[in-house]
Antibody, heavy 123, light 111 residues
Framework: QVQLVESGGGLVKPGGSLRLSCAAS????????MSWIRQAPGKGLEWVSYISGSDNIIYYADSVKGRFTISRDNAKNSLYLQLNSLRAEDTAVYYC????????????????WGQGTTVTVSS | QSALTQPASVSGSPGQSITISCTGTTSDVGGYNYVSWYQQHPGKAPKLIIYDVTNRPSGVSNRFSGSKSGSTASLTISGLQTEDEADYYC???????????FGGGTKLTVL
């Protein structure tokens, strides 16, 4: 079945780095835009970044631009998020999500979500 | 980027109807029909319930409906059920450099 599984979260000190992964299965990964969305404890959803199927189109939220890097490996059916220069305010559950339709951008709707991976930034 | 504006909370009784608003600008909600809605139960991942303002994905109850007037989109839930108690988020395309923006979320309580 269609599935996304995130991994790589953990506890990191301010200024540190982390790499999140999202393993996809059950669909043709390269056909879909993929996104990262985060949710701080007790807060709402915040879109972080998205990448096109062929990785030539990438967008970031202003809050992470210059610090986070999204990438994908279509041969491995995997999505990644490199988190650098981490701050306390980056503490959140990070979800990866797939767009609802082939070649559609995330704002058309994200119909498949992973269970999330938790990133905690604290000294 | 500024989040879209949603009421922090709404409530209703079983069987009633409620509406959650999502207010933006002509740069997002008001200018484009790319509004989607998500339902999130505590500790769970969000679920897409409305896309392109009015469309329901397969499998989503027809008790959920979406609409838009000007720069305000709305989610209406009719025939409220206890399992509808959850957080609801709107999402839209935006002309800002980020392209995607969420609302702040609305907690629905079914009394």
């Amino acid at each position: 079945q269609v599935q996304l599984v995130e991994s790589g979260g953990g506890l990191v000190k301010p200024g540190g780095s982390l790499r999140l992964s999202c393993a996809a299965s059950g669909f043709t990964f390269s056909d879909y835009y993929m996104s990262w969305i985060r949710q701080a404890p007790g807060k709402g959803l915040e879109w972080v970044s998205y990448i096109s199927g062929s990785d030539n189109i990438i967008y970031y939220a202003d809050s992470v631009k210059g610090r986070f890097t999204i990438s994908r490996d279509n041969a491995k059916n995997s999505l990644y998020l490199q988190l650098n220069s981490l701050r306390a305010e980056d503490t959140a559950v990070y979800y990866c999500a797939r767009t609802a339709g082939v070649k559609l951008r995330p704002y058309y709707g994200m119909s498949v979500w992973g269970q999330g991976t938790t990133v905690t930034v604290s000294s | 980027q500024s989040a879209l504006t949603q009421p922090a909370s709404v409530s209703g009784s079983p069987g009633q109807s409620i509406t959650i608003s999502c207010t933006g600008t002509t740069s997002d909600v008001g200018g484009y029909n790319y509004v989607s809605w998500y339902q999130q139960h505590p500790g769970k991942a969000p679920k897409l319930i409305i896309y392109d303002v009015t469309n329901r994905p397969s499998g989503v109850s027809n008790r959920f409906s979406g609409s838009k007037s000007g720069s305000t989109a709305s989610l209406t839930i009719s025939g409220l059920q206890t399992e509808d108690e959850a957080d609801y988020y709107c999402n839209s395309y935006t002309t800002s450099s980020t392209h995607v923006v969420f609302g702040g979320g609305t907690k629905l309580t079914v009394l």
